[in-house]
């Protein structure tokens, strides 16, 4: 019997766990230095992560009471009555709604701007890769704030270079103010997308091309048929970011309200926890947080097995 044989009989046996026969004990080497290295991260982990969120659920449970009506605030423990008002809200619904439809056109537009962007620049036909690099990476390094003021001026009829184009065309109505936002968080993201994409591309081994080389095949083929499936556990990444970033939408509306009467306080999921939070009412932004949380739990978990099981055909 050939020594890879013995030990794959072993390491069979050892799993089985057979009788007769001893499982092996694992030793950890320097136990002291992998818990100098955990605790840091648990410590900062359970402060500034789980602390916060079960605040958050604690906070989601409470009910505010008065003795009279001008009597003193007091917190009870109100069981689930703030979800029973989460789920009765039809703003909070509605926002949803419209964060979800954002999400249906602006992240497969950036996604597939950013896989656009990411086979260029891997493409050996491209010259000047280190220039566009920058310059498809620039527009992330500018604070998300500072993005939307510059682009709500874009937009203003009043204030935008472009008037002959923002006169004609509202950019700030109530029918295109959320494109006009999805425009700005799609100018912002494409250059982190495809920055995480590109380096799944610098990941996949030349040979690879060369041997697609010898059998014929094009640049086209070659990104079709070899590249977008080595990196599409990258691509899958980007759209569970996607999905998470398009929930939170908070500061590109924020900004847009001192532009445009159409962004109301309820305008995102997001923006109506602030608001609610600085009535204030934390007890229901709580639990607004809490739903939402969950809700992109959901969709973000349901994205990954739908990839892993379109992969696994």
Request: aromatic fraction near 14%.
């Amino acid at each position: 019997m050939s020594a890879p044989v013995v030990l794959a009989t072993a390491a069979r046996s050892a799993a089985l766990g057979r009788p007769g026969q001893r499982s092996r004990k694992i030793r950890v080497e320097h136990p002291t230095a992998i818990v100098i290295f955990i605790v840091p991260f648990a410590v900062l982990f359970t402060l500034f992560y789980l602390v916060p969120i079960g605040y958050a659920v604690y906070q989601s449970l409470l009910v505010i009471e008065r003795e009279g009506t001008f009597g003193k605030a007091t917190e009870v423990f109100g069981g689930l009555t703030q979800y029973i008002l989460v789920f009765q809200n039809g703003p909070f619904w509605a926002s949803i709604g419209r964060v979800l439809s954002f999400g249906v056109v602006q992240v497969p537009v950036m996604l597939g701007l950013a896989l656009i962007f990411a086979l260029l620049l891997d493409s050996p036909l491209l010259r000047g890769k280190r220039f566009f690099r920058l310059a498809f990476f620039v527009p992330y390094a500018v604070p998300g704030v500072i993005a939307a003021i510059m682009w709500g001026f874009l937009y203003s009829p009043n204030l935008s270079p472009f008037t002959a184009l923002t006169s004609n065309v509202s950019f700030l109505s109530a029918d295109l103010v959320l494109w006009a936002i999805a425009n700005v968080v799609t100018w912002v993201y494409v250059g982190y997308n495809m920055l995480i994409i590109y380096s799944a591309l610098l990941a996949i081994p030349t040979e690879i091309y060369e041997a697609a080389r010898l059998d014929g095949a094009g640049q086209l083929r070659i990104a079709w048929s070899i590249k977008i499936p080595l990196i599409m556990p990258a691509i899958v990444l980007t759209g569970i970011f996607s999905i998470i970033g398009t929930l939170q939408l908070l500061a590109e509306p924020q900004v847009f309200r001192s532009f445009s009467s159409a962004v109301t306080s309820t305008f995102t999921p997001n923006l109506m926890v602030y608001s609610t939070s600085a009535i204030p009412n934390v007890n229901l932004a709580a639990a607004f947080s809490v739903v939402l949380a969950l809700a992109t739990f959901v969709l973000s978990f349901s994205f990954l097995k739908f990839t892993q099981r379109k992969e696994g055909k």
